[in-house]
């Protein structure tokens, strides 16, 4: 799989899959990481679960649930990894399940696990929207003078048109041509980077009040006011912020097809997004838990922020020492940046998913949906994956319990579909799977068995109640909003689509054909 005739590796591995190079290869290793970098967003999804975090646990919880769910979505990216490297294409995780699964078995799995991956990656994108919407609210609210200030308060039709108007911005960018967002996905990487050490260093040293390294590495709030009281139980909902954040890194597999020697490039562009996003997730957390003194009164909800607890942080810090809350403002636009990046670089991910598993046929007007431009860009599958996500998000003008059950889709139905391929490589293709040059040896089936069964636990974890007693309003609808796609997913298979989705359709005509 190497150096042919001058014929990239990736683009000669896609033809030998029987696959025509439509899209542009112009990105490099750092570009491919940087996209899966920029989605795992360790400052998109720490700050705006930090409440979660305090709430549950506190220190305790995240700054040692963060290195766990760190260790086991590293075993998770490496048996992706080692499969991406053998299947270099855009379709990622559904044509790895169709190659793995075996040929009777092959329509079926690709089915099951292309739709959870789809429906998962939109809901992603909704969620880092959505939050960046809340973010920007909690800013103005910050701006005017605070909630008990007189600061404006956005209603919740508000937060909606801003979340429109920052999808439309990011379908806008993701119209350009590959060779721009690859420039704007290396900035997004640096941005993440620098802000991580930028902020874990400037709040606790603007803090006029620290707390102790015994407060950062043994406290552990009990005190939820939801009426759990165990313990374990409590760390593991804490844990729950920390895996969460480390979600979205198959956008490495997703931009391989413009990935050059993509059987090599991609699989380091996975492994190496969650490394990265673990270490600077983790210092991250440690310097801003040094600034945080009161966890009451960051959560709670007549604070100026409305109970929003990085903002708080960032608020009182500034306002501690200098007497004003700007630099704290400043500090949540740093965020607020980090997170804009995010969401585009997720739209990116999911218009490459949708234009191949279109192309396979999967979707409804697939032929329309997998046409690229002359810039080759996947143009109708950007803004279709846009207009979904600004969709999904109508459901919090109902209930947000709602749109929280459906962004859960977000983590378990995303980790689903990472887990399905890996469970196929260790049991049906257990011998027959042919590695690429990315590949864990003789370890293969090991971290493959452990990464399905870290994806069973966190998936009972998720469904699990945050508080109690269970009312309409305290389920938790993960279950409900799981099942549901389950049933959709299986149905739509037993009543159609096992009458003409024959999974991944080849499209040149052979393979021995001239590349």
Known sequence: MGFEGGVDSGHARLHELGYKQELKRDLSVLSNFAFSFTVV????????????????????????GWLIAGVFTLFVGMSMAEICSSYPTSGGLYYWSAKLAGP???PFASWITGWFNIVGQWAVTTSIDFSLAQLVQVMILLSTGGLNGGGYKAS?????????????????????PISWLSFIGQLAAAWNVLGVFLLMILIPLVATERTSAKFVFTNFNTDNGDGINNNLYIFVLGLLMSQYTLTGYDASAHMTEETKNADKNGPKG??????????????YLLGITFAVTDIPHLLN???????????????????????????????????????????????????????????DGAMPYSSFWHKVNKQEVPLNAVWASA?????????????????QAMTSIATIGLYIAYALPIL???????????????NLGSYGLIVGWIAILWVALISVLFSLPVAYPITEQTLNYTPVAVGGLVILVVSSWIFSARHWFKGPITNIGSSSEES
Request: aromatic fraction near 14%; include cysteine.
């Open 270 to 283: 996975i492994v190496s997004a969650i490394g990265i996003s673990v270490l600077a997730g983790w210092a």
């Open 387 to 403: 207009f979904i996500a600004f969709c999904m998000a109508l459901t919090s003008l109902g209930s947000l319990v709602a749109f």
């Open 104 to 106: 009777s078995w092959a």
């Open 301 to 359: 909800e007549k604070n100026d922020s409305g109970g929003y607890a990085i903002a708080q942080i960032f608020y009182d810090v500034f306002k501690s020492r200098y007497g004003s809350g700007v630099g704290g403002i400043v500090c949540l636009g740093v965020i607020a940046v980090a997170v804009f990046f995010c969401g585009m670089s997720s739209l990116t991910s999911n218009s490459r998913m949708a234009y191949a598993f279109s192309r």
């Open 41 to 64: 967003s360790v400052l998109t999804g720490l700050n705006t679960l930090m409440g979660t975090g305090l709430k549950f646990g506190g220190p305790v919880s995240y700054v040692y």
């Open 156 to 176: 919740k039709y508000v937060v909606i048109a801003l979340h429109g108007g920052i999808l439309l911005l990011h379908a806008t960018l993701n119209s350009l």
């Open 424 to 438: 196929f490589r260790v049991t049906l293709a257990r011998k027959s799977f042919t590695p690429g040059p990315f």
